[in-house]
């Protein structure tokens, strides 16, 4: 199964998990909910970055040698600031995750098995790319009234990917 994301961990400023006893709104939601909050932007100026390296070369082949391990990259990172100091703030997180690995399809039984079907066995590449972009506005109109605007936009591209849930 390929793994998508929608916020990245950059952007996360708390987050809570629901396991039982939650609104009706969520139904559907057997295994629990999750509520996020995003960062925002402050009258300082803040920022961070990231690199995670996973290689398929530092973890243990398979009991037929197969190296089937993914390769991962992910980086990224964020920035956030004042437009307009004790008023306007912006914040913003941009995410992308490359992974790549081995689609190994090997048929236990072959025997008796049509031609055309034995072909379709193999090595193939298997992708799980993501890009994660997150842009927040806040302004604070008075000590009671605040607007937030915020974009958010995730893309999840799995070539030979496998989906299990429900459609």
Do not use: C
Not at 72 to 83: C, K, M, N, S, V
Not at 140 to 152: F, L
């Amino acid at each position: 199964t390929n793994d998508a994301y929608v916020v990245s961990q950059e952007a996360i400023r708390e987050f809570q998990v629901v396991r039982s006893g939650f609104a009706p709104e969520f139904g559907r939601s057997t295994g629990g909910v999750v509520n996020v909050i995003t960062k925002s932007g402050t009258n300082l100026w803040h920022g961070s970055g990231f690199y995670y390296l996973r290689h398929r070369e530092f973890a243990p082949r398979t009991v037929f040698g197969d190296d089937v391990a993914p390769t991962r990259q992910q980086f990224g990172g964020t920035a956030g600031g004042p437009l307009n100091r004790d008023q306007t703030f912006f914040f913003m997180a941009y995410d992308q995750q490359a992974q790549h690995e081995a689609l190994i399809v090997r048929f236990n039984n072959p025997a008796g098995l049509p031609a055309d079907l034995l072909a379709q066995q193999g090595v193939f590449k298997s992708t799980n790319d993501v890009n994660t972009y997150l842009v927040k506005v806040d302004h604070q109109w008075s000590a009671a009234t605040h607007v937030t605007a915020r974009y958010n936009y995730s893309r999840n591209k799995a070539l030979n990917g496998t989906f299990t849930g429900v459609t």
